[in-house]
T-cell receptor, first 114, second 115 residues
Framework: NAGVTQTPKFQVLKTGQSMTLQCAQD?????MSWYRQDPGMGLRLIHYSVGAGITDQGEVPNGYNVSRSTTEDFPLRLLSAAPSQTSVYFC?????????????FGPGTRLLVL | AQTVTQSQPEMSVQEAETVTLSCTYDTSESDYYLFWYKQPPSRQMILVIRQEAYKQQNATENRFSVNFQKAAKSFSLKISDSQLGDAAMYFC????????????FGTGTRLKVLA
């Protein structure tokens, strides 16, 4: 049971380049989310999904796209990277609510946009 | 819109002593969940403790306990018998119980544990 995995761990991009941050979970969780973490800002929700084929925007969705074709995978796409997207990105998943709701986080991807 | 505020950017505690981290939130909802997460230098986010708003009893997990004051919209974390391994960033988080899946995090408190 690997939990939530993210690739790559670190990436350097040039302004205007595109890339996909990968996220996968093997816990059969319905809910998955992407966050970015910036110094002094805490974690901010980018996009989330409540199941395969269903996604919605979070607090800071601009510049990012997501899709959820399977329960296991939830990739985050940057279509045209900007320096403002330099951040640490976390993917998280949970089984879907209730009183025992627990989000499991991946190890994070550190992204530097030059 | 809901907000979560952590007013202490940094706290220090002596090993074996007790420390309390503050968190306040703003919401018009009656059904919600509150969480404390720990982020050590490894960056891995770890759930410390969870509180359901409908429960009056404060949650406890070993050396970690909360003081949940619903009317005051306050949710503080008390760490007893602090250990060096408790040194980390601590984030308070809110999630609506009404069906949306949006978590709102505070800006975090960095806890230093002094030997």
């Amino acid at each position: 049971n690997a939990g939530v995995t993210q690739t790559p761990k670190f990436q350097v991009l040039k302004t205007g380049q595109s890339m996909t941050l990968q996220c996968a979970q093997d816990m059969n969780h319905e809910y998955m989310s992407w966050y970015r973490q910036d110094p002094g800002m805490g974690l901010r929700l980018i996009h989330y999904s409540v199941g395969a084929g269903i996604t919605d925007q979070g607090e800071v969705p601009n510049g990012y796209n997501v899709s959820r074709s399977t329960t296991e995978d939830f990739p985050l796409r940057l279509l045209s990277a900007a320096p403002s997207q330099t951040s640490v990105y976390f993917c998280a998943s949970s089984y879907g609510g209730g009183t025992q709701e627990t989000q499991y986080f991946g190890p994070g991807t550190r992204l530097l946009v030059l | 819109a809901q907000t979560v505020t952590q007013s202490q950017p940094e706290m220090s505690v002596q090993e074996a002593e007790t420390v309390t981290l503050s968190c306040t939130y703003d919401t018009s909802e009656s059904d919600y969940y509150l969480f404390w997460y720990k982020q050590p230098p490894s960056r891995q986010m770890i759930l410390v403790i969870r509180q359901e708003a409908y429960k009056q009893q404060n949650a406890t997990e070993n050396r970690f306990s909360v003081n949940f004051q619903k009317a005051a919209k306050s949710f503080s974390l008390k760490i007893s018998d602090s250990q060096l391994g408790d040194a980390a960033m601590y984030f308070c988080a809110y999630r609506s119980g009404s069906g949306t899946y949006k978590y709102i995090f505070g800006t975090g408190t960095r806890l230093k544990v002094l030997a």
